[in-house]
């Protein structure tokens, strides 16, 4: 699976609310991070749609070298 462009080497802290939809950026060029813009369509890459089950605050992946999108898996800590 090809990962996006690295938008920052940190997660950042997000509160979802429970039945939202979300799309994360997955190639790195929104402005928006760490959501969907749609600056996409340049490349062949879509965003990581995703429903949040609950009310939670969640760290999401800014590095796009996640093997878990949307979330953090410390990726960036090896960059």
Do not use: R
Not at 10 to 16: A, G, H, N, S, Y
Not at 48 to 63: N, T
């Amino acid at each position: 699976m090809e990962k996006g462009k690295i938008y920052s080497k940190e997660p950042v802290k997000t509160d979802l609310k429970a039945g939202k939809t979300y799309a994360w950026c997955s190639c790195g060029l929104s402005t928006n991070q760490p959501f969907c813009n749609g600056l996409h369509v340049t490349t062949e890459m879509s965003p990581h749609i995703f429903k949040a089950g609950e009310d939670k605050s969640v760290w999401l992946c800014q590095c796009k070298q996640t093997g878990n999108p949307p979330y953090c898996d410390g990726t960036h800590k090896n960059l």
